[in-house]
T-cell receptor, first 114, second 115 residues
Framework: AQKITQTQPGMFVQEKEAVTLDCTYD???????LFWYKQPSSGEMIFLIYQGSYDEQNATEGRYSLNFQKARKSANLVISASQLGDSAMYFCAPCLDGNNRLAFGKGNQVVVIP | DVKVTQSSRYLVKRTGEKVFLECVQD?????MFWYRQDPGLGLRLIYFSYDVKMKEKGDIPEGYSVSREKKERFSLILESASTNQTSMYLCASSFWSGTGANVLTFGAGSRLTVL
């Protein structure tokens, strides 16, 4: 199994502030994409953002942006202007092994406080 | 919207029972996946399928089998349930997009307790 590291313990962030979630991974692949998913307490997994291997600019999707640094094998998610509904687990999922299947990290817990 | 429906939200079974977890998607996706999710371990891939009647082992296939007789349905089978299979099971489906993104759409999950 691929090694994906999300080491930050539960993070508390003030409403309207930004939060950065770290993700690093091991791979020898040169071509791969990377996803971030959100899982609120209700349990459903929600797709947030994707960046392809050859995308030159970092992906953005509303308040979500990806800081993708392939050379460092890192892909951090930035959530700007946090809202109470952002309280959830966030999973990094690089698409490794060359077969388009996703491997998930263990997740980062985010709690937004008013 | 793509819908991935898992037949049971909560199940309680006894050790040794045969358990079927059913998953149906309604958007003609080629790919389907079964993950299990445990606290502190994230999501781990059990089996996946890229087409009808085909299956591939994921990272933790031991103790599980799958069936994909129709494109829309992917079943996870626990031949003889054990207590260490108590977990949340997540089904997902996806298709190959033009950009190469394999975006998974997940079901709501099935929480299985084996006594």
């Amino acid at each position: 199994a691929q090694k994906i590291t999300q080491t930050q313990p539960g993070m508390f962030v003030q409403e309207k502030e930004a939060v950065t979630l770290d993700c690093t991974y091991d791979t020898s692949d040169q071509s791969y994409g990377l996803f971030w998913y959100k899982q609120p307490s209700s349990g459903e997994m929600i797709f947030l953002i994707y960046q392809g291997s050859y995308d030159e600019q970092n992906a953005t999707e509303g308040r979500y942006s990806l800081n993708f640094q392939k050379a460092r094998k890192s892909a951090n998610l930035v959530i700007s202007a946090s809202q109470l509904g952002d309280s959830a687990m966030y999973f990094c999922a690089p698409c490794l092994d060359g077969n388009n299947r996703l491997a998930f990290g263990k997740g980062n817990q985010v709690v937004v406080i008013p | 919207d793509v819908k991935v429906t898992q037949s049971s939200r909560y199940l309680v079974k006894r050790t040794g029972e045969k358990v079927f977890l059913e998953c149906v998607q309604d958007m003609d996706h080629e790919n389907m996946f079964w993950y299990r999710q445990d606290p502190g371990l994230g999501l781990r891939l059990i089996y996946f399928s890229y087409d009808v009647k085909m299956k591939e082992k994921g990272d933790i296939p031991e103790g599980y089998s799958v069936s994909r007789e129709k494109k829309e349905r992917f079943s996870l089978i626990l031949e003889s349930a054990s207590t260490n299979q108590t977990s949340m099971y997540l089904c997902a489906s996806s298709f190959w997009s033009g950009t190469g993104a394999n975006v998974l759409t997940f079901g709501a999950g099935s929480r299985l307790t084996v006594l």
